[in-house]
C-alpha cells in the first residue's frame, strides 16, 4: 500500500544527514513560571536578545529523536517518550523549567503531522529526524538561569548518518582530551558537552579517524563513549556496554540491548577497561542517527585493535541493527511497544 500523503517531490535515496526546510515548526514560550501551549510556526528564525543565558552560558538542551514511514503507508515514531523523560533530566540539571512527557509526545506528533509530506517514503533508507531544542532567552548579564524560555522541535528529511550507511569506520582514542568532567554533565544532553568535543573531534578527524572514542574523565582507565553515540562490544554471546556517570544514557542502546536480551545474549552494563579492547569481537557506536555504526578498527596509543570481518560488520552487530531498523520501518513486529503511531 502506498502512503495516503502527496510527498514532497525530493530526491529521497540522497538525501544527506543535514537540515532540510519543512513547513512548520512548533514553539512554547515559558515565562511568568508556565508553558504556552504550542504554536506551530512557519519561520525557520527566531528574534532572539542578544542577552539571552542560552548563547553566553549556553543554558540548552536538546533532543534527536526519528520519525518513519512503514511499508503500510503509516506514521511512526520511535520511544519519543524517552526523548520527553530524557529532556526533563537534562533540564533539571541546568535550571530549564521541565516541560511535561505528554506535552512533549503531543507536540512530536503535531510536527510529523504538520510536515508529513516531508517524512520519507518507506524503503528509501531516509527517515525524518526530529530536533527539539529548549533553551533561556530572558535577557541577564550576570550568571543565573534566564527569566524566559523556548522550546521549539522542528522536523527535517534526512538519510543515512554515514555516506556509506552501515560500513565499519575506524576510531581513535583520545586521551589528551576529555567531553565531559566526572560530576559535569556529560549524562545530560545539553549544547555545552559538543562544543567541548568539537576540538578532540577534529584531532580524530586530523588524524584521518572520524569517530573519537572518550576515556571515563577520573580515571582514564574505562571507556566512556564516542562523541555523540555509546558504546557496545559483542564478546562472544554478550553484549557490553559502559556504566559511567559521564556517559549520555542512550535510547537506542537501551532499545539495542533490550533486543540482545530477547534475542538470548547475557547483557552487562558495567565499568569496561580499555584493555578489555583486546577480548571484543565487534565494536559499534550506537545512536539515533545512525542506529549502529560498525567500528572495525580502534588505535590505543601505538595499539592498533580490529573487530568485526575485514571490511564488513561483524554478526551480531548486524543482526541487533537489522532487528531495531525493522522493528522502526515497521518491517517486524513492534513487540516491545516502541512504536508511537501519527494519526494523519
Ligand atoms: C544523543 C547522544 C547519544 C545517543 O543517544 P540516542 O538516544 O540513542 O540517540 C549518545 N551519546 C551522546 C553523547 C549523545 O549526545
Not at 529523536?65 to 517518550?81: H, M, N, S, Y
Amino acid at each position: 500500500m502506498s502512503s495516503k500523503i502527496k510527498k514532497a517531490d525530493l530526491d529521497w535515496k540522497n538525501l544527506p544527514f543535514d537540515y532540510h526546510k519543512t513547513d512548520y515548526n512548533i514553539r512554547f514560550h515559558h515565562k511568568d513560571g508556565r508553558w504556552s501551549g504550542g504554536e506551530l510556526v512557519e519561520s525557520e528564525h527566531i528574534n532572539l536578545h542578544m542577552a539571552a543565558p542560552a548563547i553566553h552560558y549556553g543554558q540548552q538542551a536538546f533532543e534527536g529523536l526519528k520519525a518513519f514511514e512503514t511499508q503500510d503507508g503509516r506514521i511512526v515514531c520511535f520511544r519519543p517518550d524517552e526523548n520527553g523523560k530524557r529532556l526533563q533530566r537534562s533540564s533539571e540539571r541546568i535550571y530549564i523549567p521541565v516541560f511535561p512527557v505528554e506535552t512533549f509526545t503531543d507536540a512530536v506528533r503535531t510536527v510529523i503531522k504538520a510536515n508529513a509530506k516531508y517524512v520519507p517514503p518507506y524503503g528509501t533508507g531516509a527517515s525524518m529526524y526530529l530536533r527539539p531544542v529548549v533553551f533561556g532567552t530572558g535577557p541577564r548579564v550576570g550568571l543565573g538561569p534566564a527569566s524566559e524560555y523556548l522550546l521549539i522541535i522542528f522536523g527535517t528529511p534526512v538519510g543515512p548518518y554515514y555516506k556509506g550507511g552501515f560500513t565499519p569506520v575506524k576510531a581513535l582514542v583520545v586521551e589528551d582530551y576529555d567531553r565531559a568532567a566526572p560530576q559535569g554533565v556529560g549524562d545530560c544532553k545539553v549544547g555545552g558537552n559538543y562544543a567541548a568535543g568539537l576540538g578532540g573531534g577534529q584531532y580524530g578527524k586530523n588524524l584521518g579517524f572520524p569517530v573519537v572514542l572518550y576515556l571515563d574523565p577520573r580515571e582514564k582507565k574505562y571507556i566512556d563513549e564516542f562523541s555523540t553515540s555509546n558504546f557496545i562490544a559483542v564478546k562472544g554471546n554478550t553484549y557490553i556496554t559502559p556504566r559511567s556517570e559521564s556517559i549520555l544514557p542512550s535510547i537506542t542502546n537501551d532499545s539495542l540491548a533490550v533486543i540482545a536480551a530477547d534475542m538470548g545474549m547475557k547483557v552487562e552494563k558495567r565499568q569496561v577497561e580499555i584493555s578489555e579492547l583486546a577480548d571484543f569481537d565487534e565494536v559499534g557506536a550506537v545512536g539515533t542517527a545512525a542506529v549502529i555504526t560498525p567500528v572495525n578498527q580502534i588505535k590505543f596509543r601505538d595499539r592498533e585493535y580490529t573487530f568485526g570481518k575485514g571490511d564488513a560488520a561483524g554478526e551480531v552487530i548486524t543482526k541487533l541493527y537489522k532487528r531495531l531498523t525493522g522493528i522502526q520501518t515497521g518491517d517486524d513486529a513492534d513487540k516491545f511497544g516502541w512504536l508511537h503511531e501519527i494519526a494523519v
